[in-house]
C-alpha cells in the first residue's frame, strides 16, 4: 500500500512537470507579446513584464492588415468545411454500406494515397491551375475538398457507419426507403459526433496550412494568416514582441475552438485510432 | 454494365420473378454505390492518379513553364545522381531529420501517452496541456520557436544560463540545428500520443495483473504486455510518422531558409526551390518521383519487418 502511494506520487510529479515543459512556450509568447523592445532584449530575461503593453496587439493591427488575412482564411475555409464534411460523410456511407463491383480496390487505393508524399502530384496540380488560369485566387485551396476530404477522412467516417447496427437500415430498406433517404434522414444524425471531429480537423488543416496558400497565392490582397505572419517575419524581424503577439493572434481562434469542441474531439482523435 | 453477371450475394432465390426483383434491389445499390462514393473516386483520378502519371512524364522532359519542352529521356535522373551537390545533401540531412525525429518523437509520444493514461483528478485538463502545442498553427509555432531558440534572448538558452551550462547555438549551428528542429516535433507530439493513448487503454488488465502476481515489476509489464499489445499503434504511428518527417518543409522555409550551410535543405524544400523558384518542372518532377520511390522502399522494408514484431491481438 505504501509503495503504491509514492508510486502514485512520482507519476503525479512527472505528469506536472510534463505539463509545464508542455506550457511553457506559450507562457514565453504571451510574456513576450506584452513587452516592450527593451525588456525583450534584457539578459538575463525578466520573467514577467514590468508592465502588459497591451498596445503592442494594437499596433499588428495596424502594421499588417490582419482583418483581411482573416477574411480570405474564411472565404476558403468555409467553403472547404462544406465540401469535407459533406463528401465524406458520402464517401464514409458508400463504402461501409453498400456493395458493387470494384468497391475494395477503389478504398484499398484511397487509403493507400495516405502515404503517398503530396511533393509527386504537386506539380502537375500546379501545372493545371495555371493552364485554367486559377493561380492567385482561392479556388486550387477550395475545389479538392468536395472529393471526399482526403483518405483519412473517408476512413475515419467509414468507421463510424460500420459500427450503426445494419438493422436500421434494412428495416428502412423493407419499409421501402431508397439509399439516399437512408442516408439522409437514419444515418447521418447518426454520426454528428465524428461530423464534429472531421471538422475540427479540416478547420486546423486550413489555419495551419502554409505550403498550399504560398504556392498558389502571390498577391498580397490575395495572402491568408499564415502568409501574412510570414509577411511581418521578413519586414519586422528584430521586433520579437510584434512577432509574438501576431503569433498569439493567429494561435486565439485555433486554440478557443478546440475548448469549445473539446470533448468530442479528444474522444474522436482516440476513437479514430486505428480500432476496428 | 451486364446486370446478369453480378453475383447476388447470399439470398438468391430461384424463380424468374423473384430474381428479377433482386437484380432490382441489386442494381439500384450499385448505383447507389458509385453516387455516394462518386466524390472519392473522381479525386482519386483527378488528384492523385492523373497527376502522379503526368509527373512522371515530366521527369522525362526539360519543361520549365515557358516555352516549348521535349523529351529528354533519363537525362535529368543521370544529372540528379552524377552532379547535383545539393540533391545528395539534401537526401542525407532529410534521412537524418526524418529518423531522428520519428524516433524521439514517437518516445516522446509513448511517453506522454503513459502519463495521460494516469488516473488523477483533473485528468482531461492534462490531456488538454499535452495536446495543446499541436493546435498551434506551424508557421506562429515556428515564429515562436525562432524566438526560442534565440543564442542572445532565448529562453533556451536562459535556461542553460541558469544552471550553468555553455549556451547553444540551436539552429545558426550546423551541428545543432537538426536536433533542434527535432525538439520542436516533440513538442508537439501530442498528436501521436492521443493515438497511443487509444492502443493503451486497450492493453488487457488481466496480463497486467498476471504480470504483478507473478513479481513482475513495472519494466516487465511494459516490455512484455504493454508494448506488444500496442504494437500496431507503434506500427501505425511509425509509417505515418516517416512519412510525414521525410516531408518537412515549414521548419526550412520559415526558421532556416535550408542553412546554415545547407543542413536544412530538406527534400521538399530542394524541390519547391527547382520547381516554383528556378521554373524546373521538369527537374523537379524528377525529384518528387525519386522521393516517392525513397518513401515506398521505406514503407515497404517497415512493412515488410513488421510481420515479426507487430502483434494482432483476437482474430484480426
Redesign the interface.
Known amino acids: 500500500m505504501k509503495l503504491k502511494t509514492v508510486n502514485r506520487s512520482i507519476?503525479?510529479f512527472?505528469?506536472i512537470v510534463?505539463?509545464i515543459i508542455?506550457?511553457?512556450?506559450?507562457v514565453?509568447?504571451i510574456r513576450?507579446s506584452l513587452m516592450t523592445t527593451t525588456e525583450?532584449?534584457?539578459?538575463?530575461?525578466k520573467l514577467l513584464p514590468e508592465e502588459f503593453q497591451w498596445s503592442n496587439y494594437v499596433e499588428i493591427f495596424s502594421i499588417i492588415d490582419f482583418l483581411l488575412y482573416f477574411k480570405n482564411t474564411l472565404i476558403i475555409l468555409i467553403p472547404v468545411l462544406i465540401g469535407t464534411i459533406l463528401?465524406c460523410c458520402?464517401?464514409g456511407?458508400?463504402?461501409a454500406r453498400?456493395?458493387?463491383?470494384g468497391?475494395d480496390m477503389?478504398f484499398g487505393?484511397?487509403l493507400a494515397?495516405?502515404?503517398?508524399?503530396?511533393?509527386?502530384?504537386?506539380?502537375?496540380?500546379?501545372?493545371?491551375w495555371?493552364e485554367l488560369e486559377a493561380i492567385n485566387t482561392f479556388w486550387p485551396l477550395i475545389i479538392?475538398a468536395?472529393?471526399?476530404g482526403g483518405g483519412f477522412f473517408?476512413f475515419l467516417m467509414r468507421q463510424f457507419f460500420m459500427n450503426i447496427p445494419r438493422e436500421l437500415d434494412e428495416s428502412a430498406l423493407i419499409d421501402g426507403a431508397?439509399?439516399?433517404q437512408i442516408?439522409t434522414k437514419i444515418l447521418l444524425p447518426l454520426v454528428k459526433a465524428p461530423m464534429l471531429v472531421v471538422g475540427f480537423f479540416t478547420f486546423?488543416g486550413v489555419?495551419?496550412d502554409?505550403?498550399g496558400p504560398?504556392?498558389f497565392l502571390n498577391d498580397e490582397a490575395k495572402y491568408t494568416?499564415?502568409l501574412g505572419?510570414?509577411q511581418l517575419?521578413g519586414s519586422y524581424a528584430a521586433d520579437?514582441h510584434l512577432?509574438?503577439a501576431?503569433?498569439?493572434v493567429?494561435?486565439l481562434p485555433?486554440?478557443v475552438i478546440?475548448?469549445i469542441g473539446?470533448r468530442y474531439f479528444?474522444e474522436g482523435?482516440?476513437?479514430?485510432?486505428?480500432?476496428g | 454494365m451486364n446486370i446478369e453477371n453480378i453475383p447476388l450475394g447470399n439470398n438468391r432465390t430461384r424463380g424468374t420473378v423473384k430474381v428479377k426483383g433482386i437484380n432490382n434491389i441489386r442494381r439500384k445499390e450499385i448505383f447507389w454505390g458509385y453516387f455516394f462514393t462518386l466524390p472519392a473516386i473522381l479525386g482519386l483520378l483527378i488528384w492523385t492518379i492523373g497527376p502522379m502519371i503526368a509527373s512522371l512524364y515530366f521527369s522525362f522532359t526539360d519543361y520549365k513553364v515557358v516555352g516549348d519542352f521535349q523529351w529528354i529521356g533519363f537525362q535529368n535522373y543521370t544529372e540528379i545522381f552524377k552532379n547535383d551537390l545539393n540533391f545528395k545533401k539534401s537526401l542525407i540531412v532529410t534521412f537524418y531529420f526524418a529518423i531522428g525525429s520519428t524516433i524521439f518523437t514517437l518516445a516522446a509520444a509513448l511517453f506522454v501517452a503513459i502519463l495521460m493514461n494516469i488516473s488523477v483528478k483533473g485528468q482531461s485538463l492534462f490531456r488538454t496541456m499535452f495536446y495543446l502545442p499541436v493546435i498551434v498553427p506551424a508557421v506562429a509555432s515556428n515564429i515562436l520557436w525562432l524566438w526560442l531558440f534565440n543564442p542572445d534572448f532565448g529562453l533556451l538558452n536562459s535556461i542553460l544560463d541558469f544552471v550553468n551550462l555553455p549556451k547553444l547555438m540551436w539552429i545558426y549551428d550546423e551541428s545543432t540545428v537538426i536536433p533542434s528542429l527535432i525538439l520542436l516535433s516533440m513538442w508537439s507530439c501530442g498528436g501521436t500520443a492521443l493515438i497511443f493513448l487509444a492502443g493503451l487503454q486497450d492493453v488487457p488488465k488481466q496480463l497486467l495483473e498476471a504480470v504483478e502476481i507473478d513479481g513482475g515489476n513495472w519494466w516487465h509489464k511494459f516490455r512484455f504486455v504493454t508494448v506488444p499489445s500496442i504494437s500496431p499503434v507503434i506500427f501505425f504511428n511509425l509509417i505515418m510518422g516517416l512519412i510525414g518527417s521525410f516531408q518537412a518543409f515549414t521548419q526550412a522555409y520559415v526558421m532556416t531558409e535550408g542553412g546554415p550551410n545547407n543542413s536544412t535543405l530538406f527534400y521538399v524544400f530542394l524541390i519547391y526551390r527547382e520547381a516554383f523558384q528556378k521554373n524546373n518542372m521538369g527537374y523537379a518532377s524528377a525529384l518528387s518521383w525519386i522521393l516517392f520511390l525513397v518513401i515506398l522502399i521505406f514503407t515497404l522494408f517497415i512493412f515488410k519487418s513488421s510481420k515479426s514484431w507487430v502483434h494482432y491481438g483476437g482474430g484480426k
Do not use: D
Open positions: 507519476s503525479l512527472v505528469l510534463g505539463a508542455s506550457l511553457i512556450p506559450f514565453w509568447l513576450s525583450i532584449f534584457e539578459f538575463p530575461p463528401t458520402m464517401c456511407y458508400g463504402f453498400l456493395k458493387f463491383p468497391r477503389w487505393l484511397i494515397t495516405m502515404m503517398l508524399p503530396g511533393a509527386v502530384t504537386l506539380i502537375p496540380t500546379f501545372l493545371m495555371s479538392p468536395f472529393f471526399g473517408i431508397s439509399h439516399f442516408f486546423m489555419w495551419n502554409f505550403f504560398l504556392i494568416l499564415a505572419l510570414l517575419k520579437w512577432m509574438m501576431a503569433a498569439a493567429m494561435t485555433a486554440i478546440f475548448f473539446q479528444i482523435i482516440s476513437l479514430t485510432g486505428i480500432k
